[in-house]
């Protein structure tokens, strides 16, 4: 199955990837070598659960960034 992937990390790279039709979010990170904890994967918009199986709706990847004034 294909997956287009867009990735919101200090500008925008969009690439589109081959990926078993039973793979997770979680699974699309590890082959992108993105740590989960750093990231939220959007589909339509909407923040999905990385353990949940991956469909062929376009995903968009944000980087979280945190931290702040002391």
């Known amino acids: 199955m294909k997956v ?3 990735i919101l990390s200090g500008g925008v790279k969009e690439q ?4 078993l039709a039973d793979s997770t979010y979680e ?5 992108l070598h993105i740590n989960p904890e ?4 959007f589909r339509a918009g909407v923040p999905v659960p990385l ?6 709706d376009d ?3 944000l ?3 945190t931290g702040g004034n002391r």
């Open 4 to 6: 287009r992937v867009k």
């Open 16 to 19: 589109e990837l081959e990926v």
């Open 27 to 31: 699974e699309l990170l590890e082959s």
């Open 38 to 41: 750093i990231v939220i994967v």
């Open 51 to 56: 353990d949940e199986k991956l469909t062929e």
């Open 59 to 61: 995903i968009e990847i």
């Open 63 to 65: 980087r979280v960034v």
